[in-house]
């Protein structure tokens, strides 16, 4: 059903400290890897959103028994009996991944070490995503799948794997993962080069099992199994709440005149925090405090002001640490003074929907010109914002992009086909809404 946010011009300052749901890319592979861990594990604040709950619906069909407490809608705490590496059960239908690249591509990898035949499959929107970046090197690798023109579904039959030297030529944590993960199940080692930054928690993860997965220079190195393979340990893990969540209320804070908020407990991985380089390099008053670490990862709380800004230049390795947090920085660079330009982000082309064409006709809606190139795009601000009616394309980045965009237009901005914000973000309007911001889903 097609759901409709409305937004108002935003007369008076956000403030005040919330919290944002668990991270997407960390509850995924959370419950993948923990199915497959000898013994129980506990993870808590996992995030029950759209993407993340058909991953878990996956391993309940493949035989997982999991125990769920429903601490709130948006943090859900898990425990997960594991059946060990090569305890799935054979599933009786077709796995349905609905909109969720990560899940198919993660899965892929580990569905075709398996001793049974499965199928994956998603929403007409994923039946469109490249899988061939996926089902290459899975080949490769000896896998079998099946993939008519490159997409899914994907049937994958038994096949003998074996490790591979695999070259990415596009820093992509989704392929690193899919190879890593086949690559548990096969002989000898698995190499992954890495053209850039790609997020590493999959690496992080598998350590915490006890798998001696490492890091040389550019080439993540799965060595070999050992005797009888690889028996992974199970998890005790918080999920931080998700940096591509927080850069919404981020932006919100500082495009909005005189607001402040602070977002508890955000993951500041490394590979995940070029949103907050790209929002500093603007001027934007952004510090971080309360820094530990959690689970093998790096955790702080984040306070944001509103601010002037000026324009900045996003590209290389900025763009690979905040390739999902592009469109939100794109509404900011609205509100900036000069030409904001992101070059090398043609990864964005072949996201949920191709994020910079769309992006570009849905803004075009409410006055911004945002000029497109093959691998990203420019906007020159400052820039007076109307009010509009927009689209999200069932793209839960752009859903929410739009939303905070509404925050600073002189008129009222409707996005339709807004249900699919909580793909990666439910509870995503109440809790604007508790930092004062005016916008409210509207039932028709
Ligand atoms: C993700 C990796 C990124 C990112 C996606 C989540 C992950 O995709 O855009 O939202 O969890 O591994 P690519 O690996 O395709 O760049």
Known sequence: MSKQLLIRPQKTPLQGVISVPGDKSISHRAVMLASLAEGTSTIRRWLPAGDTLATLQIIQDLGVSVQIDKRSDIAWDLTIEGRGLHGWQTPTQPLDCRNAGTGMRLLAGLLAGQSFPSVLDGSEQLRKRPMRRITDPLSEMGANIEAENGRCPLAITPGQLHGIEYRMNVASAQVKSAILLAGLYAAGETRVYQPGPARDHTERMLQAMGVSVRTERDWVILPAAPEGGWRLRPLDLTVPADPSSAAFPLVAAAIVPHSQITIAGVGLNETRTGILDMLQAMGAELTVHNEHLSGGERLG?????????????????????????????????????GVSQVEDAAELRVKEVDRISVLAGELRKLGVEMMESPDGFSVAGPLRLFGGEVDSHDDHRLGMSLAVAGLVTHGLTLVHDAGCIADSFPGFVEMMQSLGANMEWLDR
């Open 301 to 337: 709380d984040l306070t944001v002001s509103f601010s002037e800004l000026h324009s900045t230049n996003v590209r290389g390795e900025t763009v690979v640490r905040g390739i999902d947090e592009l469109p939100v920085w794109a509404v900011a660079t609205t509100q900036a003074a």
